[in-house]
């Protein structure tokens, strides 16, 4: 079970980002976070994950 304090911070740092106009920048570091352990997390039987390219 997700604790509550992990909730309230993370709704934190979503209504921090929307007030400050970076959602979009944190959902695509998010997707990023989320792909690179999708591959960290491979059998090497799987295919590769294809990664999202990075903006600089």
Same mark, same amino acid.
């Given at each position: 079970m997700v604790s509550r304090k992990l909730v309230e911070a993370?709704?934190?740092?979503? /209504? /921090?980002?929307?007030?400050?106009?970076? /959602?979009?920048? /944190?959902?695509?570091?998010?997707r990023v976070a989320q792909i690179q352990l999708l591959k960290d997390s491979q059998s090497s039987k799987w295919g590769r994950a294809m990664l999202l390219p990075a903006r600089n």
């Open positions: 993370a709704l934190y740092v979503v /209504l /921090l980002a929307a007030a400050a106009g970076q /959602l979009p920048r /944190l959902n695509h570091a998010i």
